[in-house]
């Protein structure tokens, strides 16, 4: 029953995969949380069959995509769609995405599933745009968001970051969508180490600078502000900032190396979720927040707290390929028969670091059947060579 699995330093070590699964994972309820809002940001299954190229258009399963997110609603999560989880910006083209929007959206309603989707401004391919190509861009995918059914997440814009002169053009831009949005929205602040052509959003590069262009834009718009999701890893900037946030305003933690004390929270408030961590955890994560809504902290913490590493080794520099691990753990849990990834991604994370995903999702107990996740991992330790 041994596994060998390759480390960093090019040397095999023995692993003895677990035969059960936590307990945990066998109990669904599609029930919502009473003391948390929690999304997951939920991956793309491609379409392995296509004959596509890691540049070409993007093919997508919509089968095995919608059954994923039918995974997710029925532990009670709700599903953040067509965000950086599924690869919008890194294979997923704006066409695919809308598609994928309307796709899920409906399935939401069928479902009852609570549902929000991303709003960028990703159609923009050209190398210059102007502020009012930003504006129309985000003006579009907006108009597909709502009349699809969803909740909009107005998400970080690379052609805004390239296009804006300073801290007054974001708020022009953000004003100008806010005071045409039907209903509140999420506000998204996504870190260059998840998109290095983020670098000084909001108009600085001085995150003390930036924060208080981002409550600004809030402070004059709170009746269309749900909430803010915050993807900055830097679990006191986040505690410090929705200590700030006007009342009504909830903080949306996208902090991936430090969520469960961010929803935690302590004597002065706490985080809900937005999470792209979550797409694998999604049924542990659902029932640890249970045990949080009977007010047991504790035992939130217990559940939670020893998925931090897995949690961080998925969303080691280079941030933003944590995809690839997102897609490994999801066929290895029999969410998808294969691993293939839209772009071809992959191939962006190195055995080591794959072995190393299936060894702490493993020790968790996330696979609802541990031995066929064995088998397929072995399978791929026999693709790259390794001695069965």
């Known amino acids: 029953m041994t596994l060998h699995l390759p480390g960093a330093d090019g040397t095999l070590r023995a692993y003895e995969p677990r035969t059960e699964p936590l307990p945990a994972l066998r109990a669904t309820s599609g029930s919502a949380f009473s003391s948390r809002t929690v999304f997951s940001a939920a991956h793309v299954v491609a379409d392995p ?14 089968d095995a995509t919608l059954a994923f997110r ?52 990703d159609q923009l391919t050209a190398t210059a745009a102007t502020l009012a190509d930003v504006r129309s861009a985000y003006e579009e995918q907006l108009a597909v968001v709502e009349e699809s059914g969803a909740q909009a997440i107005l998400m970080a814009s690379r052609a805004l970051a390239a ?25 998204h602040w996504l870190g260059p180490m998840f998109d290095p052509a983020l670098e ?53 933690t996208g902090d991936d190396f430090n969520y469960p004390e961010l929803i935690a929270g ?18 542990l994560a659902a029932e640890a927040v249970r045990v949080l809504d009977t007010g047991d902290t504790d035992g939130f913490r217990a559940l939670l707290d020893p998925t931090v590493e897995l949690s961080r080794h998925l969303f080691r520099a280079p941030t933003r390929y944590y995809k690839t691990g997102v897609v490994f753990l999801a066929w290895l849990a029999g ?26 999702a493993d020790g968790l107990g996330l696979f609802p059947d541990p031995k066929p996740a064995e088998e397929r991992m072995r399978n791929l330790l026999a693709l790259y060579g390794v001695n069965r």
């Open 49 to 62: 069959y296509a004959d596509t190229t890691p540049d070409g258009p993007a093919a997508v399963d919509w």
């Open 70 to 121: 039918r995974h997710l609603w029925s532990h009670g999560l709700g599903v953040a769609e067509a965000m950086d989880t599924a690869q919008r910006g890194m294979g997923l083209d704006w066409p695919t995405a809308a598609e994928l929007i309307r796709r899920s959206a409906a399935e939401a309603r069928s479902t009852g599933g609570r549902i929000a989707c991303g709003v960028g401004t």
């Open 163 to 187: 296009t804006a002169q300073g801290p007054d053009d974001y708020l022009e831009v953000y004003g100008h969508l806010l005071r045409q949005a039907a209903e509140p929205v999420i506000l």
């Open 200 to 252: 000084g959003y909001w108009g600085s590069s001085d995150l003390d600078a930036a924060t208080d262009t981002f409550l600004e834009v809030i402070a004059a718009h709170p009746d269309k502000v749900d909430g803010i999701k915050v993807s900055l890893l830097d679990a006191q900037r986040e505690i410090d900032l929705r200590r700030r946030l006007p009342r009504g305003v909830r903080c949306y």
């Open 266 to 283: 302590d004597e002065q408030g706490f985080s809900h979720a937005l999470l792209g961590i979550f797409d694998p955890l999604g049924p």
């Open 335 to 360: 969410h998808q028969s294969h691993f293939t990834m839209v772009g071809g991604l992959q191939s962006a994370r190195s055995l080591p670091h794959l072995a190393r995903a299936y060894e702490l």
